[in-house]
């Protein structure tokens, strides 16, 4: 039996004569109560919108991403394309060609990215990511254009003005200086039929047929990437490295992570920094651990008088102030990340919280992801945070009390 657990629990239970140590020891209790709810509520809203971000980013960018290490292009001949497409772990297989081009739309003009794709399954199923219009790139011999919302927004493009139509620009390779500038660049006209939903990584793209690219940018060879998305059963990372072995040292095989590191990193920063903030505050809140021992420890100074003419040691004594504290902290951590949970549960279910009067937003209910790891880390944090101050307050307090006894 551990008798220095059996009398902090016991502590924990009695009633004291000094009223204010149960005051304070309800204040410590709450404090982390609330920090630990706090933890929780915030690292699952973090979740829920790193995972709508992601989701969204991930529905239009490839799984894998096929690059040339050096320069803007590469030719794919027909024997590497064949032996991509026959990969049992690959589901769709696109060729891309994009450049920097200039738009005209009446008098409005804007320098967008121009991506050239071949069709595949994937392209046919992009419409839930459109705030206007459909995802069409080629009706029988018309070409169709899907633009980004800023190049829309910038140029004005109206989806259901058909007479008028995208002029799409691109200097001419190998023209030579002459005394009419239009005669140096290459320049289509093309119908909008659609406008992605914002997102700043996609909002200057002018998606077009492969086709149309190649006639614009006068390229009829190269390709500037290759896109692969995998079967729901292959492991990405495995598929990367295999890719990478068969391309060789002149390509790189990126990940969706790697495409856009800036993207996970910003999302990822902002989660920790705020985790970081609100367990800050939690440590103040722990604090008051110090101030709730120390009065216990007055309180209870003639039960330690007692013990210690019992032969108990000063070690013996510290210990039972110290499983106190801990106590005290473990109760109000357990019972917030309990009641973290329920919140977060009730979030699920009714969507109390919302993101408020914003009509271009993909859902206006604040999304929740909850992870059984974030629950560990708060346990693990307070846990911590809490031996070490009742460690020191209880070494502390016993220690002036034993010399005044």
Request: glycine share 6%; aromatic share 10%.
């Amino acid at each position: 039996m551990n008798i220095a657990l059996y009398f902090a629990k016991r502590y924990l239970r009695s009633k004291k004569t000094i009223n204010a140590v149960n005051i304070i020891s309800g204040i410590s209790v709450v404090g982390v109560l609330v920090s630990s709810a706090s933890l929780i509520v915030i690292l699952s809203f973090y979740n829920g919108l790193e995972k709508l971000i992601f989701s969204m980013y991930s529905a239009f960018t490839p799984e894998l991403r096929i690059e040339p290490q050096e320069g803007k292009g590469f030719v794919v001949d027909s024997i590497l394309a064949n032996r991509l497409k026959q990969r049992p772990d690959v589901r769709t297989y696109r060729e891309v060609l994009q450049e920097r081009v200039l738009l005209r739309y009446g008098d409005a003009q804007y320098i967008a990215t121009l991506k050239g794709t071949t069709s595949d399954r994937a392209l046919q199923s992009m419409d839930t990511l459109l705030q206007d219009g459909r995802f069409l790139l080629q009706l029988g011999e018309d070409n169709y254009a899907v633009m980004g919302a800023r190049v829309q927004g910038t140029l004005g493009i109206s989806l259901q003005d058909e007479s008028r139509r995208i002029e799409v620009f691109s200097p001419r390779k190998g023209a030579k200086a002459s005394i009419n500038p239009a005669e140096d660049f290459t320049m289509r006209t093309i119908r909008p039929a659609g406008v992605l939903e914002y997102q700043q990584e996609f909002d200057d793209l002018l998606i077009v047929p492969m086709a149309f690219a190649r006639e614009v940018l006068s390229e009829f060879t190269q390709v500037s990437a290759i896109e692969i998305n995998l079967t729901p059963e292959s492991k990405i990372s495995t598929v990367q490295q295999q890719l990478t072995q068969l391309m060789g040292t002149g390509f790189v095989v990126k990940n969706r992570e790697q495409q856009n590191p800036t993207l996970y990193k910003i999302v990822r920063t902002e989660k920790w920094a705020v985790f970081i903030i609100v367990a800050f505050i939690g440590i103040i809140a722990i604090f008051n651990i110090v101030g709730s021992l120390s009065m216990l420890v007055i309180d209870k100074k003639k039960d330690i008088s007692v013990l210690m003419g019992l032969g108990a040691s000063n070690q013996l004594i510290r210990r039972i102030f110290f499983f106190e504290g801990l106590l005290i902290s473990l109760i109000g951590c357990v019972t917030g990340l309990v009641l973290g949970f329920l919140f977060c549960l009730s979030q699920q279910a009714f969507g109390w919280i919302h993101f408020g009067d914003a009509d271009n937003l993909v859902t206006d209910i604040y999304p929740v992801d909850i992870r059984p790891a974030d629950f560990l880390l708060v346990f693990l944090t307070v846990f911590l945070i809490s031996a070490l101050v009742s460690l020191v307050s209880s070494r502390l307090s016993v220690k002036q009390t034993v010399r005044l006894s």
